[in-house]
């Protein structure tokens, strides 16, 4: 039986991401003005190569939320939480929202995004916190 790798392989172009989201974070645009979510060396939309690193918006809003009460196997949070994607424009992002609970979150609440190391898995988790 092999050992499985200890840390799993890079998540190139997405780890660069999740930690610029402490600092308020950037999505992708093309010449065409599509926004997307790195990495990207390619437009999913027009597939243009000419790509620019654009600022994420301070402020998003709530495009949709859910509660959870079930947590996924090994993922370490201790439910209920609320999960998100965030309108931020060209872009959507999806994370946990912290400090917030269902009933006090709607669509078009707005938060900010943040970053934070998952205590189970280590890995990078996209947040948001109330505006």
Same mark, same amino acid.
């Given at each position: 039986?092999?050992?499985? %790798?200890?840390?799993? #392989?890079?998540?190139?172009?997405?780890?660069?991401?999740?930690?610029?989201?402490?600092?308020?974070?950037?999505?992708? %645009?093309?010449?065409?003005?599509?926004?997307?979510?790195? #990495?990207?060396?390619?437009?999913?939309?027009?597939?243009?190569?000419?790509?620019?690193?654009?600022?994420? #918006?301070?402020?998003?809003?709530? =495009?949709?939320?859910?509660?959870?009460?079930?947590? #996924?196997?090994?993922?370490?949070? %201790?439910?209920?939480?609320?999960? =998100?994607?965030?309108?931020?424009?060209?872009?959507?992002?999806?994370?946990?929202?912290?400090?917030?609970?269902?009933?006090?979150?709607?669509?078009?609440?707005?938060?900010?995004?943040?970053?934070?190391?998952?205590?189970?898995?280590?890995?990078?988790?996209?947040?948001?916190?109330?505006?």
């Amino acid at each position: 039986m092999s050992d499985p %790798e200890p840390d799993g #392989p890079a998540d190139t172009g997405y780890d660069e991401w999740a930690d610029s989201l402490a600092e308020g974070g950037y999505y992708i %645009e093309c010449a065409n003005g599509h926004g997307n979510l790195p #990495p990207r060396r390619v437009c999913p939309d027009c597939g243009s190569t000419d790509l620019s690193e654009e600022p994420l #918006p301070d402020t998003g809003e709530v =495009a949709t939320f859910s509660e959870v009460h079930v947590a #996924p196997s090994g993922f370490g949070e %201790e439910p209920p939480y609320v999960t =998100a994607v965030i309108d931020f424009g060209l872009v959507r992002v999806t994370g946990i929202v912290r400090e917030l609970s269902a009933d006090e979150i709607g669509i078009g609440t707005a938060v900010r995004p943040d970053v934070e190391r998952n205590d189970a898995t280590g890995k990078r988790l996209v947040v948001f916190r109330p505006a």
